[in-house]
């Protein structure tokens, strides 16, 4: 099956520091990536849609210069967190899809603390 | 670690049929269940969850029942229309903020997914 990895799959940090986090296709070449936040007490929220070579596509909410996602190729897509703060603390879940009429596969997860 | 089982993968059903699909988890440490719908090359949206103090809750055409002794939990569409075909997908978790810190304990661990058609 397919398989997607993250990297970390956790981190601490300072506040004011930026994160990045990578999402990988393992055995398949990915053409559309998702990033997920879980908030605390709340279930998951999409927060982007990259495909490789275009521009992520941001959710109602989701400040873009916060969040940078960088989908340089079918394999990779990057979520970095800039300038960190506590309440940027949370789960982020990458999932990634081979073509529009598959299914997503989820990755494991990085957990993030900004103290 | 958390294990969550999801069956079956495809499910067909007509036009105005009920559609259940099942999961497994194997934490009993978990309690919170979220269901999620992704439709063909779109990200996944919350449908419905539930936490382990109730066994059951209901949101129009949708249902998810939990068995927390059997740690199984299950999600019930009744009058299927077309555009309810999709992936669904089951997760399960501690609740955020119950891991201890670099843990994983609280990270959703998702079910492989099942594909629904409705046919008209």
């Known amino acids: 099956g397919a398989v997607v990895s993250q990297h970390p799959s ?7 520091t930026s994160v990045k986090i990578e999402c990988r296709s393992l055995d398949f070449q990915a053409t559309t990536m998702f990033w997920y936040r879980q908030f605390p007490k709340q279930s998951l929220m999409l927060m982007a849609t990259s495909n490789e070579g275009s521009k992520a596509t941001y959710e109602q909410g989701v400040e873009k210069d916060k969040f940078l996602i960088n989908h340089a190729s079918l394999t990779l897509s990057t979520l970095t ?20 009429q598959e299914t997503q596969y989820f990755g494991p997860g990085t957990r993030l603390l900004v103290l | ?63 998810v029942t939990l068995n927390k002794t059997a740690k199984h939990f299950s999600l019930h569409i009744t009058e299927t229309q077309p555009e309810d075909s999709a992936v669904y997908f089951c997760a399960a978790s501690r609740e955020p903020g119950q891991a201890p810190l670099g843990g994983s304990q609280g990270n959703l661990i998702f079910g492989k997914g099942t594909k629904l058609s409705v046919k008209p």
Do not use: M
């Open chain 2, 1 to 63: 670690g958390e294990n969550v089982e999801q069956h079956p993968s495809t499910l067909s059903v007509q036009e105005g049929d009920s559609a259940v699909i099942k999961c497994t988890y194997s934490d009993s440490a978990s309690n919170y269940f979220p269901w999620y719908k992704q439709e063909l090359g779109k990200g996944s949206q919350l449908i419905i969850d539930i936490r382990s103090n109730v066994g059951e809750k209901k949101d129009q055409r949708i249902a």
């Open chain 1, 10 to 16: 956790w981190v601490i940090c300072k506040s004011g």
């Open chain 1, 81 to 100: 967190v800039t300038s960190a703060h506590p309440e940027d603390s949370s789960f982020y879940i990458c999932s990634a899809i081979r073509d529009s």
